[in-house]
């Protein structure tokens, strides 16, 4: 049973029950293999990710850190080899080109880890998503990307939507139409497991282009 976690940004830690959740899914706790957002940054070393992760109590024999520092092959086999997979938060465009670059999308398709992923990694681990400059990209125009495709839907993690939800439905409402989008802001989670999904804070749903808050099943 494949299990994959979309989260937004935590100030703090995990909510309670986000890590009890997190604690009952990662029972292989051998490795975890983090990926970078910003892989030409050595200081980009999942440093706040791995502590949520501490806090809930979750620790792993070994950490690997993927970026421009590990050689393709070898960020490879720590993919396929990994008991989680965290893809970080950070720069969701240098992310993206990473993970084309070292050829990492397939095999964690494929990967029967637990698979993470926060703000920009959450993003990147979606069917598709939507690069404006009006959700903070440094772009004019606005670009549909591909994710990992882990699951078939957008995400949009990490945005103050309730001071821009008239702005969300603006720029989502065509790709809303092709596939669901789930938009959450900090302290949120979506997590699919085994084909159902269960929703953790302020998470909302836009499907041909209507949107709704869902309730918490977390």
Known sequence: MKTHY???????????NLGKALQE?????????????NPLLYEDNGTTERSWLDQAGIIFEDYHLINDYVQKEDAQTIIQNASAIFLLGGDTLKQNRFLIDYELSDLI???RAVV?????????????????????????????????GLDNFSILSHFDLENNMELVQDELSALSEEINIYASNK?????????NIDILGNVYL?????IQKLDETL
């Open 6 to 16: 979309y989260l937004g940004w935590f100030n703090d830690f995990f909510p309670e």
């Open 25 to 37: 899914d990662i029972t292989d706790r051998k490795s975890l293999a983090m990926i970078s957002s």
């Open 109 to 111: 398709k494929k990967s």
């Open 116 to 148: 993470m992923g926060a703000s920009a990694g959450a993003i990147n681990m979606s069917t598709k998503w939507l690069c404006s400059k009006n959700f903070g990209y440094p772009v004019e125009k606005s670009t549909l990307y591909d994710g990992i």
């Open 187 to 195: 302290d949120c989670a979506v997590r699919v497991k085994g084909g």
């Open 206 to 210: 836009m499907s041909h282009s209507k």
